[in-house]
């Protein structure tokens, strides 16, 4: 397993599109890190005009905890669709190469074929996570310092001390790592039903879109089967950040994350016992 893990991770790091995603997320962060140090007084005056008005509000409130959690909320949503690039690939692009065939004639189970390709696609999405944390969390407090973080709900005013921040970007990093593995998940899902990566590329951005959708529509229809999408449950990071934090509320979606990750696998591993080798 090891070998065959050593040489998927090749096979993705040697494409000139696995790092397009890491691009990105430098891309990304490195405007809003601008826009910030440019004109970011005027946002967080903006932010909290209503709160000023009322209470007087002393020290650093723009800090490199603040951009960092601005840059995640902006990016968390979109890198889901970085992560497909590589996991739709994982099997698909083996067909579409000619290569899966080869693949099944060799002394290699089905069964390590699958979970290979998820553990390194499993591994992609973590660097994908360790990198954003180095560029949006690292280099904001390079950047800005560090100081009490306000998190501002549609109801309330949350503000997190700068010594009991760290932690909670540590364990929202994460289940952001377990989120964006039960979208790798789905992506070697439907990689495995085609013949070039394309189709499961789009297919689970499409996916992702639409339920990301339902999830934030405020409809009654709607409204009964958000709890059961799992885009509902990405932005479960998000409760690390509340005081309280919500460990129940936090826990089911990772429960429920965790068991979409374990479906998909194994509705994987059953189809593809099952494929033809000469399809």
Avoid: C
């Avoid at 070998?3 to 809003?32: D, H, N, Q």
């Avoid at 008005?53 to 968390?76: P, V």
């Avoid at 529509?217 to 309280?244: A, R, S």
Wanted: aromatic share 12%; proline share 3%.
């Amino acid at each position: 397993m090891i070998a065959l893990l050593k040489i998927e991770l090749y096979k993705i790091f040697k494409r000139p599109r696995t790092y397009i995603s890491f691009g990105i997320i430098a891309a990304i962060s490195f405007v809003i890190q601008l826009a910030m140090v440019s004109d970011g007084k005027t946002f967080v005056g903006f932010a909290l005009q209503g709160i000023t008005d009322q209470f007087d509000i002393h020290g650093t409130i723009l800090n490199g905890y603040l951009i960092a959690y601005i840059i995640l909320q902006s990016l968390l949503i979109h890198i889901p669709l970085l992560v497909a690039l590589v996991a739709g690939d994982a099997l698909a692009g083996e067909a579409g190469a000619g290569t899966l065939r080869l693949l099944l004639t060799k002394p290699i189970s089905r069964v390590q074929i699958v979970l290979t390709k998820f553990l390194a696609s499993f591994i992609y999405s973590l660097l994908l996570i360790i990198w954003l944390a180095l560029v949006a969390l690292a280099l904001s407090l390079l950047l800005f310092g560090k100081g009490d973080l306000i998190n501002l709900k549609s109801d309330t005013v949350i503000i997190l001390l700068s010594n009991d921040i760290m932690w909670r970007y540590a364990l929202a990093f994460l289940f952001a790592a377990l989120a964006m593995t039960t979208i790798a998940s789905l992506a070697i899902f439907l990689s495995s039903f085609a013949q070039n990566s394309i189709g499961p590329i789009i297919s689970t951005m499409g996916i992702v879109i639409v339920f990301t959708l339902l999830s934030n529509l405020e409809l009654p229809l709607f409204n009964l089967i958000k709890p059961y999408l799992f885009t509902t449950h990405v932005i479960g990071w998000k409760g690390f950040f509340e005081d309280p934090v919500p460990y129940s509320l936090i826990a089911k979606s990772a429960t429920i994350l965790l068991l979409y990750t374990v479906g998909f696998i194994t509705a994987t591993l059953v189809y593809f016992n099952q494929k033809d080798i000469k399809s």
